[in-house]
């Protein structure tokens, strides 16, 4: 998946849900964009024999004819950029956005007068690792861009703005946020998204012999005791959450987050807009009311229509019964996202192991 994998409609045509071919585009350069993008992430595209951001040849990093470019300014200068946000080299979740606003120059000051004052009644502490390197081991940066980032107010443990270098932490124990996200310390911890195909079975048994997820899980259930977030029923595809972090599993199911799921919905068409309000704004159904969150027709032709909705209702086949009550039974469903983790172009039955920063952002998202 490129760097797009969570934006865009075009993109989902793309993939394997509905069948449609990658939608191209145009950059920014006039160069054609689009078709498969399994390839080496951020990789560039070529204009005129070079690539994109590429100096001309000849010419010095300054822009001066005639001056030789200096490879460590160039070096210095990526790291810096790549310092910027955390997590910044990978593949999947940097689409994520984060709105995270850096402590002013004054919070800084205050965090590091109350950092000292601490000091002064405990005492240094000697236990644990220095607060740079945990930050490195869950892959936030390198170390001396993660010392960047203390310094510059972005780390906070166990609630506290942490300013100065020579802190350490349990890796265990402690909480750790970078740029107000969550970041897992804990290497035991493994969090994975199964792009579930249809006719699966969300259970890792079936005593009826159909296909389950246990059958693409085999050596990861054995080793790690996987189990899944949520379900998605036997005709239904899409993003499919399995993890061994049983707090983070039982906070995305639960209510009270609020947690948002996004599909794509293939229906009979026309559908009237009297029937998208009637939608937004509730359907009563055996188990109580239930209403989308949000919902936009994304294509429609004379028999069919595609629609997004998205909604953070768990209950059990929620999204069909919701379509069957407007007269409008689903004919293909496909589950696109469970808050910031989104499908992209991940393959039908391929595994892949989710981002610290996606599983960051949905630490966030449930109080973590």
Not at 144 to 167: A, D, K, P, Q
């Amino acid at each position: 998946m490129s760097r797009g994998s969570s934006s865009g409609r075009g993109e989902r045509g793309g993939n394997s849900n509905f069948g449609g071919k990658p939608a191209g585009g145009r950059n920014s350069n006039g160069g054609k964009s689009g078709g498969k993008s399994y390839g080496k992430p951020g990789g560039a595209g070529r204009t005129g024999g070079r690539s994109f951001g590429e100096k001309p040849y000849g010419k010095s990093s300054s822009g001066k004819p005639g001056e030789k470019s200096n490879p460590a300014k160039r070096n210095t200068s990526a790291a810096r950029k790549n310092s910027e946000r955390a997590f910044g080299k990978e593949r999947f979740g940097n689409s994520v956005p984060n709105n995270y606003a850096r402590p002013t120059q004054r919070a800084r000051a205050q965090a590091r007068a109350e950092n000292q004052a601490a000091r002064e009644i405990n005492g240094e502490q000697q236990d644990g690792i220095r607060l740079q390197k945990a930050m490195a081991n869950a892959g936030v940066a390198s170390r001396r861009v993660c010392e960047e980032m203390i310094l510059e107010g972005r780390v906070e443990v166990n609630g506290n703005l942490v300013v100065e270098l020579g802190t350490r932490v349990d890796p265990d124990k402690d909480r750790i946020h970078v740029d107000g996200m969550r970041i897992q310390t804990n290497q035991a911890n493994r969090y994975f998204v199964f792009n579930k195909p249809k006719h699966v079975m969300c259970t890792m048994d079936d005593p009826e012999g159909r296909r389950t997820i246990a059958d693409y899980f085999k050596n990861e259930h054995k080793s790690l005791r996987l189990f899944h977030v949520g379900r998605l029923d036997y005709k239904t595809e899409g993003v499919l959450i399995l993890t061994n972090d049983g707090e983070l599993a039982n906070r995305l199911q639960h209510p009270k987050y609020e947690v948002p799921k996004t599909y794509l919905v293939q229906i009979p068409g026309p559908l009237p807009r009297a029937v998208s309000n009637q939608l937004r704004e509730g359907i009563k159904l055996e188990d109580g009311w239930s209403k989308v969150d949000d919902l936009k027709i994304i294509a429609t032709t004379p028999k069919h229509v595609m629609v997004e909705v998205t909604l953070h209702s768990g209950r059990n086949r929620i999204v069909r019964r919701m379509f069957d009550a407007v007269g409008h039974p689903v004919q293909r469903l496909v589950r696109v996202a469970v808050g910031p983790v989104q499908l992209g172009d991940q393959k039908q039955g391929t595994i892949r192991s989710l981002g610290n920063q996606e599983v960051g952002h949905l630490m966030a998202m449930v109080g973590m």
